[in-house]
């Protein structure tokens, strides 16, 4: 953030530190699903869903880093306003909700918009060829949308029988999604590595 300008390392850079959030998230739901039910009304409970929507946050202002290094690069004082009015956002729902439902209905308001504007800005890049020696723009725009489909289904799948219900189902699918914009990462640099190859050979 001290430099005088942003570089394009900063984007996958971002997105690894997105998936480490992802992997704190994941053990917040495994811990929550076997210890609590949603029909759960004590603090205990609301207190471990604060912690891991929480986690949610700091994984969507990740994502929001990502929108704003593409869109205002080098726009520090933009970046700087509307990510901290976003975060004091997210406070303020983590804060005033005191249940369940109210929690999971106002996340819904939070993540929409930022997937929004990350799925537009991979189609956006991808039309364009932006940054194609970074990432396959294609691949993460689709797992974007996976990802985003799961979360829209998550609370009609939880609703579906007792306890969790089919929740596990919108687990699997979130994963989906994530496991192919990993690969829209990862399949750019095995595509950067076999051209540094090549070039090695005919120099040699």
Do not use: C
């Not at 509307?82 to 909700?97: N, Q």
């Amino acid at each position: 953030m001290k430099s005088k300008k942003r570089y394009l390392s900063d984007f996958p850079f971002v997105f690894s530190l997105m998936f480490f959030t992802l992997a704190f998230a994941k053990a917040f739901d495994a811990y929550i699903a076997n210890t609590f039910m949603p029909q759960d009304s004590t603090l205990t409970f609301f207190r471990w869903i604060q912690l891991r929507y929480g986690v949610m946050a700091v994984n969507t202002l990740e994502m929001l880093a990502i929108v704003l290094i593409i869109w205002f690069r080098s726009k520090k004082k933009t970046n700087f306003f509307i990510f901290s009015m976003y975060a004091m956002a997210w406070i303020l729902v983590l804060m005033l909700t005191s249940t369940y439902d109210e929690i999971s209905k106002s996340v819904s308001y939070m993540v929409v918009p930022v997937l929004v504007a990350l799925i537009a800005t991979f189609i956006f890049t991808y039309r364009h060829k932006r940054l194609a020696s970074k990432f396959n723009s294609l691949y993460v725009a689709i797992g974007t949308i996976i990802y985003a489909g799961s979360q829209f289904i998550r609370p009609f799948l939880i609703a579906i029988g007792p306890g969790w219900g089919y929740g596990w189902l919108s687990e699997i699918i979130d994963l989906f999604g994530w496991l192919i914009i990993f690969w829209g990462f990862f399949k750019p640099a095995i595509s950067i590595k076999k051209e540094i190859a090549i070039e090695k050979t005919l120099i040699s």
